[in-house]
């Protein structure tokens, strides 16, 4: 598990990290380091000497990290232009360094160019770019489109522009830009928020994290977390010589109708790619469900279902009376219950909203932006993962909110947020998929925020195998989810 932390936390870390260090240190580390990265970049187009390399720089530490690394370039035989964007603020020992390496300094952005170093703002940085910054990156975004993509960007620490604790992006109107999109970016000592949620991790790119010594001095916990392969494949339940279906745990599932009987099928083909030994399901789609799946055990309603490890209940389920008597037997049980899709619409009656408050097992909900809204009162905003955590609060829940980069949340403030998914996600009938993966791992005995990240983390990875694979449908992501899961 990786964290990210904000932007407060990070410089008295660096500070207390400074004081224990000759002058400078940290600035070289870092510039190494971006150096280094930059230098395996541009081995993909013909190597470091003779590359044209521009460095976009401002007044701050960032712009001195670029202008050091753009030296250790031009000793090594580059073209290294500087673009100086506070030419009265720079750091002047780092302009020395690089004119000594054979660097120099420009006025305007040249017309060809193989890397950009993006060193206009680093984590101090708010509201988006400025209008002479905003100009220079409209320019940069000009010669890549008519460069298919050339040249390459390199943000230093994060996109300059980006909102550095929360990852939001200020709107742009048409033609406008408020901030770096960075193929890579070289961040230092730690993850910081912008990297891995909301629009600011796409404008990330891929992230190279440079150790430089601060990891130790980080005393707060972080803002965010962030689970790899490992932490999923360590909380997997294993199954041994004793195992039997019923110990492997059984899920339940209220899903789908007459109406919508594929909810259904889709929520029950996520449930059985998760660990559980045993898929019961009540609702209106039974046939459908048997049909594509004999082994469940299916019924009409909850009543009838039998004993379960944990519910999940929502998607396809409607809105009428029939829909609102499921979800208040559901929410009855005393075992984890995932409430999706139709469940979060019901929960608009305050009454069936004070049962979720006063159940002592867990509940997980699963909203998209416009169901948090209705639950919340207003959209997340620009600020997921806060908004998440207050959700989860207000509601004693956890909170898997869906979208780019998933947040989970929970009731005592932890927050993660998902590594893997594709935008071809969004599309009909992958959220009851999703849910019906959640509930099996609940149903299996896992802990509801390591539920929520694991099913995140595993619909994400489902949904790019099957993206690779041409139109991305629910019915090929429950499929691609078998081959995805821990073995």
């Not at 224990?20 to 940290?26: N, S």
């Not at 993909?44 to 976009?56: F, M």
């Not at 708010?126 to 409209?138: E, I």
């Not at 009656?349 to 509940?363: F, G, I, K, Q, S």
């Amino acid at each position: 598990m990786r964290g990210a932390w904000r932007a407060a936390d990070i410089r008295a870390a660096e500070a207390e990290l400074m004081a224990t260090l000759p002058a400078g240190t940290l600035m070289q580390r870092a510039a190494s380091g971006l150096a280094r990265r930059c230098a395996l970049l541009l081995a993909d187009t013909g190597g470091v000497y003779g590359a044209r390399v521009l460095l976009v720089v401002g007044a701050g530490n960032n712009g001195g990290d670029a202008l050091y690394a753009g030296a250790r370039l031009a000793a090594r035989g580059a073209a290294v232009s500087a673009l100086l964007l506070a030419p009265e603020r720079v750091d002047a020992q780092a302009l020395a360094a690089l004119r000594a390496a054979g660097g120099r300094t420009v006025d305007t952005v040249p017309e060809r160019a193989d890397l950009v170093i993006d060193g206009i703002v680093g984590i101090g940085g708010t509201g988006g770019l400025r209008p002479a910054a905003a100009a220079v990156v409209a320019r940069l975004e000009e010669l890549r489109a008519r460069g298919g993509g050339r040249p390459v960007v390199v943000a230093v620490d994060v996109p300059s522009g980006v909102e550095v604790d929360t990852g939001h992006v200020p709107p742009a109107g048409p033609g406008e830009v408020t901030a770096v999109r960075a193929d890579v970016t070289v961040t230092f000592g730690c993850l910081k928020p912008a990297l891995v949620v909301g629009p600011g991790a796409v404008h990330a790119g891929h992230v190279d994290l440079v150790d430089i010594g601060l990891g130790p001095w980080l005393r707060s916990e972080p803002a965010v977390q962030v689970p790899d392969w490992a932490d999923v494949r360590a909380w997997w339940p294993r199954l041994d010589p004793s195992t039997e279906k019923y110990r492997r745990g059984v899920v339940g599932l209220a899903t789908g109708s007459a109406t919508y009987p594929g909810a259904a099928v889709l929520s029950v083909g996520g449930a059985l790619a998760g660990p559980t030994g045993l898929v019961r399901y009540a609702g209106g789609a039974a046939a459908q469900v048997l049909q594509r799946y004999p082994s469940v055990v299916a019924t009409e309603r909850v009543a009838q279902a039998g004993r379960v490890q944990a519910w999940v209940c929502g998607a396809g389920l409607g809105l009428d009376a029939v829909a609102e008597t499921e979800l208040r037997d559901v929410l009855a049980t005393p075992v984890p219950v995932v409430l999706d899709a139709d469940a979060l619409t019901l929960l608009r009656d305050r009454d069936l909203l004070a049962l979720v408050r006063r159940r002592e097992a867990p509940v997980v909900i699963t909203p998209h932006d416009r169901e948090f809204a209705r639950l919340a009162g207003e959209p997340p905003g620009s600020d997921r993962v806060a908004a998440a955590r207050a959700l989860a609060a207000e509601l004693t829940v956890t909170v898997l909110l869906k979208g780019h980069r998933t947040i989970v949340a929970t009731p005592d403030g932890r927050a993660y947020a998902n590594p893997t998914g594709t935008p071809a996600l969004a599309t009909g009938g992958t959220g009851d998929v999703l849910a019906g993966l959640l509930g099996s791992l609940l149903a299996a005995g896992l802990a509801p925020e390591r539920a929520a990240v694991a099913a995140a983390y595993l619909h994400g990875l489902a949904g790019q195998a099957a993206a690779q694979r041409g139109a991305v449908t629910a019915t090929e992501v429950a499929e691609a989810l078998r081959a995805v899961v821990p073995r």
